[in-house]
């Protein structure tokens, strides 16, 4: 099973997001279920689910999940924000079941200034409303790992742990390892002994069956630049090495891995990142 994919755009339809995959060379694909630059996405129809699903169990794809958009801060004090953040997280929910999609990956979210303690209980009861509030969604949620920029939580595995034991529903959770994101934030996975350490760190704190999927994306910015710019595989700061690791590490033989990394102008170098990171699968 080909568990290397991308995320791809769903320009046209939702069901053309399937097309895109496999003419890139997926065998996996996350997508936005909705435009990533408006808070109103639209609800899928019946026949839009069946399209969607139809041409998914045809295309040889084994996992689709979907990523919320960057707008949704479930962090955010009371206000405008926080009532837009939970309609559009519920209606994602909504599209997911719709759609058949059980994966739902998230950036945790920003404090704002309001300090992280008090952001990581406001996303943990947002996450009670919603898991309440939407049942038809019977998924789990992948938490993020964040570059730490401004006051973005998730830059430690402590928190996506502090938000899993806050919730009512801790079982719903698991987490996406960004790779770009981990290095920004300061973990030094590009060497194979920081690697070591950080998924033992990351084994202590969640438990590593959590981990249910990777955004595999090299760093422009080098080792805890808290700057969230992804490159090309091995072009960036990050180079192969962690890349050979992640692919050839028996505990992630399992878990689905997308590519979030600048796509060209006709999306052409997904298929050579995935192709570079393919060449990377020893035995
Ligand atoms: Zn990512
Ligand atoms: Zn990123």
């Known amino acids: 099973m080909d568990l290397l994919g991308a995320h791809v755009s769903i320009a046209g339809g939702i069901h053309n997001a399937v097309d895109r995959g496999v003419s890139s060379g997926c065998g996996v694909i996350q997508i936005f279920t909705q435009n990533s630059n408006q808070w109103k996405g639209k609800a899928v129809s019946a026949a839009d689910a069946q399209l969607f699903r139809d041409k998914l169990a045809a295309s040889g794809l084994s996992h689709v999940v979907s990523?919320?958009?960057?707008?949704?801060?479930?962090?955010?004090?009371?206000?405008?924000?926080?009532?837009?953040?939970?309609?559009?997280?519920?209606?994602?929910?909504?599209?997911?079941a719709a759609l058949g999609?059980?994966?739902?990956?998230?950036?945790?979210?920003?404090h704002t200034g309001d300090g992280e303690e008090t952001g990581i209980r406001r996303i943990c009861e947002a996450f009670d409303q919603l898991f309440a509030e939407v049942p038809e969604f019977t998924g789990k949620v992948l938490l993020e790992n964040t570059a730490g920029?401004?006051?973005?939580?998730?830059?430690?595995?402590?928190?996506?742990?502090?938000?899993?034991?806050?919730?009512?529903?801790?079982?719903?959770?698991?987490?996406?390892?960004?790779?770009?994101?981990?290095?920004a934030s300061g973990y030094p996975i590009a060497e194979r002994d920081g690697y070591r350490r950080t998924f033992d760190e990351f084994d202590g704190a969640l438990g590593i069956d959590k981990l249910m999927a990777?955004?595999?994306?090299?760093?422009?910015?080098?080792?805890?630049?808290?700057?969230?710019?992804h490159e090309h595989i091995g072009a960036g700061a990050l180079g192969l090495?962690?890349?050979?690791?992640?692919?050839?590490?028996?505990?992630?033989?399992l878990v689905p891995k997308f590519i979030e990394t600048?796509?060209?102008?006709a999306d052409e170098m997904d298929a050579v990142n995935l192709k570079l990171?393919?060449?990377?699968?020893?035995?």
């Open 101 to 110: 999609i059980d994966k739902i990956v998230m950036h945790p979210g920003s």
């Open 262 to 265: 600048p796509k060209g102008d």
């Open 214 to 229: 990777f955004h595999l994306n090299d760093s422009k910015k080098g080792l805890g630049c808290k700057v969230d710019r």
């Open 277 to 283: 990171l393919r060449s990377l699968v020893e035995g």
């Open 67 to 96: 990523h919320d958009i960057y707008l949704i801060n479930l962090a955010a004090a009371p206000g405008e924000v926080k009532d837009k953040s939970l309609i559009a997280f519920k209606e994602e929910m909504q599209r997911c």
């Open 241 to 253: 090495e962690p890349f050979r690791f992640i692919l050839n590490d028996p505990h992630f033989k």
């Open 149 to 183: 920029q401004g006051t973005n939580l998730g830059y430690r595995f402590d928190h996506l742990k502090s938000i899993m034991e806050g919730s009512s529903y801790p079982t719903r959770f698991g987490v996406c390892f960004d790779t770009c994101h981990a290095f």
